[in-house]
């Protein structure tokens, strides 16, 4: 006697993007409900772009762009490094040190819906910190800033956020949850520093300016720079496209090998 045997239903197109769009929609609720992150990753580049860049620098100038003006790029690129690198370093890593990774894992959702919505996330933290940081620094900094401007800054948060985006997720499969909210720390501020995104790179000391370019947050500064033509001489953007894609696919191989690694050992 046979059996006859239903077909399983096929899964569209439609039905995936919706399960990333829940996932996604999910994890910015969290993401904005954990005070510790949301507070943090959104008023550090706001308070010091405040005191630094508005309050003690207001209407002084440099190569010809105001500092305000100038340091609305560096900070912007700061709280765009530091949501993604927090968001997904440190989140991937408290996730797995609960568990909450291999239950998601057994789930019927597809495993890069996780990544996706972590990624997603830190980009909409980007989106927010650059939107915040521009209206403070043309309202209280004078800023004159164009929405062509504003509109490129906010597409190189989207685009800049991925390879610190693999960065963060070569932080989580690295190092222990308990150790990752320092070492991330250990990594953002001096890498904030050396790349010139608290004060213009061409003050920093000659020794300092020669190591600024082994470092993607220069890369990505002196993009977002750019938009108000106050990138340093001789900058040209396709170099720092390349440097930041073989960047993210470093990391992302990097990831690929520790995350192999713990599987082996799991």
Known sequence: MSTATLPLPSIGLAHTFRVFAIET????????????????????????????????NRGNMAS??????????????F???????????????????AGWLELKRASPM???????????????????I????????????HVQLSFSEYMRMIALTLAGSIPFAC???VLALTVPFNSAPGIANLILMPMSF??????????????????????PTYHLAQLMLGTFQAA?????????????????????AIAAFAFRRREQNS
């Open 110 to 128: 597809p495993a890069v819906a996780y990544l996706m919505a972590k990624c997603c996330t830190a980009m909409a933290f980007g989106v927010i």
């Open 25 to 56: 929609r999910h994890e910015f609720i969290r993401a904005v409900r954990t005070r510790t992150f949301s507070l943090s990753a959104i008023g550090f580049p706001v308070m010091f772009y405040v005191l630094f860049g508005i309050v003690l």
């Open 79 to 97: 709280g765009i490094v530091g949501a993604a690198l927090f968001n997904i370093g440190i989140g991937v890593a408290a996730d797995l040190s």
């Open 232 to 252: 340093l001489p001789g900058s040209i953007a396709w170099h720092h496209w390349v440097y930041l894609a073989g960047f993210a696919c470093v990391m992302l």
């Open 64 to 77: 010809g762009v105001s500092i305000a003006k100038y340091m609305l790029g560096g900070y912007a690129v």
């Open 194 to 215: 050396l790349s010139g995104l608290w004060i213009p790179v061409q003050m920093l000391p000659s020794a300092l300016r020669t190591i600024a370019p082994a470092f």
């Open 130 to 141: 650059v939107t915040l940081l521009c209206g403070l620094g043309i309202t209280m900094g």
């Open 167 to 169: 960065m963060g997720l």
